[in-house]
């Protein structure tokens, strides 16, 4: 029976690797797949090796705290791998971790397919050589990205963003609204805080008082939706959001609140480009550690952090970073979206342009295949 070992970090990632299995087990049932994942891989007969939710580390200054643990999965994967031997490794973004694996695996003769290549373009372009250099096969999300990997000899390949075919919206507006006891007449601003319990407590509570503020500015004319990842402590997130739980309805289907709501305050990372691929106008906001950032901003390559404005290629969008991502500047830029109605929909007619970049793909089914056509060369 061939095996895979797969490592994935965050949710985000969680959700692209657990497509991908599916295709896998479509296509060879036996597959045994094994690692490092969350509970949508797992729900795909997964073998997850570490609890998931103890690789929710954020920046610099986090990882450094966590370097025991770190140091104790890399010892448990080189014994791991040595006696399970397997047949491929599928390594999905995560590069503070998966660069390392993959070195281990390139030490020990395990093919790498590397699937969504690390943001070597914002920042650490030299990474783009050791990627480069202990991966088989690399499977990258965006046009830009192959041209990069070509230029060093790199075996890549373009496989097309996962959100494009990950984000299917079957409910209607109303549907949506009777599932949650909304009142579908009123306008609704959602929010995103993020997935990790480090982002939780650095945004949430900016939230709480953007919500509070604006449920007075604007008295109940809006309903206020926000997004819990399963991934987060229940209790941290109850506790912060204590303060406005009789105004908040908590949303499980994300997709849904970022199409539906009409604007959304996000947190930095893939929601803000799959909030732009749905056309919704956001303010994106970014909030980690002083040292963290300190240390970010010296490699930072890009005067840009949202996906969706990348993409775009210019800010089309507000980033508010770090002490810029306040409850009085956040409410500042949602007020100029609901009162201006020609910025806010200008803005929504320039995120079109998300959907128009990325196309269409069966991006899981591509990894798939390229995943067992790399089996089929090791035998």
Not at 23 to 31: C, F, H
Not at 139 to 154: C, D, Q, R
Not at 214 to 228: A, G, M, P, V, W
Request: hydrophobic share 40%.
């Amino acid at each position: 029976m061939k095996n895979i070992f797969m490592l994935v970090g965050e949710r985000s990632a969680d959700v692209h690797a657990a497509e991908v299995i599916k295709q896998l087990k479509r296509k060879d049932p036996y597959l045994n797949i094994w690692g490092i994942g969350g509970p949508l891989m797992q729900k795909q007969e997964f073998e997850s090796i570490f609890p998931f939710s103890k690789f929710s580390i954020i920046g610099f200054a986090e990882v450094i705290g966590h370097l025991g643990f770190i140091l104790q999965v890399f010892r448990t994967l080189k014994s791991e791998f040595k006696a399970r031997k397997p047949d491929l490794a599928i390594l999905v973004d995560y590069p503070g971790m998966n660069i390392r694996v993959a070195k281990i695996c390139y030490e020990l003769g395990i093919p790498v397919l590397y699937y969504i290549s690390p943001q070597v373009w914002a920042w650490k372009k030299k990474r783009i050589h050791k990627i480069a250099e202990y991966s088989n096969k690399i499977a990258v999300i965006f046009p830009f990205e192959k041209e990069l990997y070509e230029e060093i000899g790199t075996d890549v390949e373009y496989v097309g963003h996962p959100i494009s075919e990950e984000i299917t919206i079957y409910q209607t507006r109303e549907e949506f609204a009777e599932k949650y006891s909304l009142n579908s007449h009123k306008e609704w601003i959602g929010f995103i805080p993020g997935s990790r319990n480090v982002e939780i407590k650095r945004i949430l509570p900016e939230i709480v008082e953007t919500i509070m503020n604006l449920k007075n500015i604007y008295n109940d004319s809006y309903e206020f939706l926000i997004s819990q990842a399963d991934s987060v402590s229940l209790e941290l997130f109850q506790k912060i959001l204590s303060p406005v739980k009789n105004d908040v309805t908590i949303i499980r289907d994300t997709h849904p609140l970022m199409k539906f709501s009409k604007i959304v305050v996000c947190k930095s990372g893939t929601s803000t480009l799959e909030t732009g691929y749905l056309g919704t106008p956001m303010v994106v906001i970014y909030k980690t550690s002083s040292l963290s950032y300190m240390i970010a901003r010296a490699f930072i390559k890009i005067k840009m952090i949202a996906l969706a404005n990348i993409v775009i290629g210019k800010k089309i969008v507000p980033e508010l970073i770090q002490q810029a991502a306040s409850a009085e500047s956040i409410i500042k830029e949602v007020r100029l979206f609901l009162e201006d109605a020609n910025y806010y929909e200008k803005t929504k007619s320039e995120l079109c342009i998300i959907k128009e970049k990325l196309g269409k793909f069966n991006t899981s089914e591509k990894v798939a295949l390229i995943a067992l056509s790399m089996i089929h060369e090791t035998k």
